[in-house]
């Protein structure tokens, strides 16, 4: 059975940070790309930074890009979301994606439930 789990959403203070955490299990989590979205209400959802299976690849959203950092434990089966510089703005639901693309060209695609961010003095 697949379970994607976020955690360490919460409230904070403009210009704080905060560590979002999201632990697989019931996949082969060193296979999969991992991501970070976001939705904030009214807007779609949008992807704020994957990285590769291995790690050693990232991408960032223009918007996060210096602020935010992506980083994974394959031993661990989570992927972090380190949030630092906190703007009203980034006040949104996370959502952490796992994907995995078959040599068929099956998609295997896991979401979480999503963890609330809100950025508010």
Not at 14 to 42: D, E, K, T
Not at 71 to 86: C, E, F, G, I
Not at 89 to 105: I, K, L, P
């Amino acid at each position: 059975q697949v379970h994607v789990v976020e955690s360490g959403g919460g409230l904070v203070q403009p210009g704080g940070s905060l560590r979002l955490s999201c632990a697989a299990s019931g996949f082969i989590f060193s296979m999969y790309g991992m991501s970070w979205y976001r939705q904030a209400p009214g807007k779609e959802r949008e992807l704020v930074a994957d990285i590769s299976s291995s790690g050693g690849s990232t991408n960032y959203a223009d918007s996060v890009k210096g602020r935010f950092t992506i980083s994974r434990d394959n031993a661990k089966n989570t992927v972090y979301l380190q949030m630092n510089s906190l703007k009203p703005e980034d006040t949104a639901v996370y959502y952490c994606n796992a994907r995995y693309v078959a040599g068929s060209g099956k998609l295997y695609e896991y979401w979480g439930q999503g963890t609330q961010v809100t950025v508010s003095s």
